[in-house]
């Protein structure tokens, strides 16, 4: 029996999984790949989906990119096709399961939850359920979700729109930063895996009411990584990341300011879990310090009376806040956090591991021990900085290939800009 071509395999896969997702009632959204979510018609705004989901002609083109369905499988005698709506069905599923894999389908099946779940049930070796969910992200990490939430959220309290016009919301799937992508040093290590541990055992520390976990406040130089970790924080525990910079909170504020920082919180609360990242903490020192006016003081106030009462345990809110002058907070502010982390410029060490991490992903006959001893004081921004500028400069070449001609031209950049940054 012949292997069908890729094309026909994607098809084939399309109408296997509305068939047996139909037949299966108690798989969701999340056994279902995003691909598959758009073929079947949802938004991707929910977990659980209406059934019949069904597979069109016109779904499969505009999806898949793959014209004229119908003609590829005729006379395939597992495919059924109907002139009403152009659709696509499965005549008997079990053999037209065994069949698929025959012909090409299992590399397909191990990746696709509904379709795993089926052939682990059947026997099929090496297709694997809980494996194939592993490999597609949920449901709740889609800006669809996230979107129908926020809309929900709105509609049930119209106040919320004043915290959200402080806030940037971002969906997991919509982050780029990853954890394996980071050099982070042992204490990093050590708070990422705490807080692992306390989201997965949040029921059982409710319970036993040890709710002081997740506040974490985050120090160091600009370029060090703060931001970074907060986001791939977010991608790894699956939680969308609401940014709140308080220097937004500008005079055209004032007055409403309080309000504003209490809705931001409550806020956080409806849209649990989430990650609530506070940039700039630093401007609640400024503000304690400078600021005469009264509608700051009590905003600020406000601000850490809100930290006071946050918790992961109770909330399902991760609060971390930022700051590029630790130096300027005060002991009230510093009390407020479970776990404070600090994000030095990095060593040599880290410098190589940093940059051996970005050159992997080019042609580079640049040695990254030798660099790392050539960019004292520079930050992981500095570092990512001049390996872009490296590779422009090869690219203006008609080259990919990055020569140390090239990474010198950006570690010359790099050091004029500190030059000019430190005045």
């Known amino acids: 029996m012949s292997e069908l071509d890729a094309y026909d395999l994607q098809i084939f896969e399309a109408i296997l999984t509305a068939e047996t997702f139909n037949r299966t009632i ?45 003609d590829r499988l005729k006379g ?21 399961a065994r069949w698929f894999v025959q012909v090409g389908g299992r590399s397909f099946a191990n990746a696709n939850p509904t379709l795993a779940c089926l ?3 059947m026997g099929i070796d090496s297709v694997l359920y809980a494996e194939a969910r592993k490999k597609n992200p949920p449901v709740e990490d889609s ?15 119209e106040l919320m729109k004043a915290a959200l016009d402080l806030l940037i919301v971002s969906a997991p799937d919509e982050i780029e930063q990853a954890l394996v992508d980071l050099v982070c040093t042992p204490h990093q290590k050590e708070v990422i895996a705490k807080i692992k541990t306390a989201v997965q055992h949040r029921e059982y ?9 997740g506040k974490l406040l985050f120090v160091g130089p600009p370029g060090t990584g ?13 939680m969308p990341v609401l940014e709140v910079r308080l220097s937004m909170i500008t005079s055209q504020y004032l007055g409403e300011t309080s309000k504003n920082i209490d809705r931001v919180f409550q806020f956080a609360k409806k849209m649990a879990p989430c990650l609530l990242f506070i940039d700039e903490f630093d401007f609640v020192a400024k503000s304690r310090i400078t600021d005469d006016h009264g509608a700051m003081k009590r905003a600020v106030n406000m601000l850490l009376k809100n930290i006071d009462r946050i ?45 051996a991490n970005l050159l ?38 008609e080259t990919a290939h990055i020569g140390r001609d090239d990474m010198e031209e950006g570690i010359a950049l790099i050091r004029n800009r500190n030059i000019l940054r430190s005045g």
């Open 311 to 355: 918790s992961l345990v109770r909330d399902r809110v991760l609060l971390i806040a930022a700051t590029n002058h630790p130096q300027l907070l005060d002991e009230a502010a510093w009390r407020r956090f479970d776990d404070v982390i600090e994000f030095p410029l990095p060593n040599e060490q880290v410098r190589e591991e940093i940059l």
């Open 143 to 157: 800006r669809s979700y996230l979107d129908a939430k926020m809309a929900s959220v709105l509609k049930e309290d």
């Open 360 to 397: 992997s992903r080019f042609e580079c006959e640049c040695n990254p021990k030798d660099l790392a001893a050539k960019t004292e004081g520079f930050s992981g921004a500095d570092l990512r900085i001049m390996v872009k500028e490296g590779l422009l400069t090869a690219l203006s070449h």
């Open 76 to 96: 395939n005698p597992f495919v059924r096709y109907e002139e009403f709506g152009q659709r696509l069905s499965i005549t008997a599923l079990e053999p037209a």
């Open 26 to 70: 108690k798989l969701n959204g999340n056994d279902l790949s995003p691909v598959h979510r758009a073929l079947l018609g949802t938004n991707g705004s929910s977990i659980e989906i209406k059934r019949p989901v069904i597979i069109s002609e016109g779904a499969i083109e505009r999806v898949l990119g793959i014209p004229k369905a119908r």
């Open 205 to 213: 520390l409710r319970d036993h009411r040890i709710y002081e976990l």
């Open 226 to 238: 703060k931001t970074s970790l907060a986001l791939a924080l977010s991608h790894e525990l699956h």
């Open 119 to 121: 052939m682990e049930e």
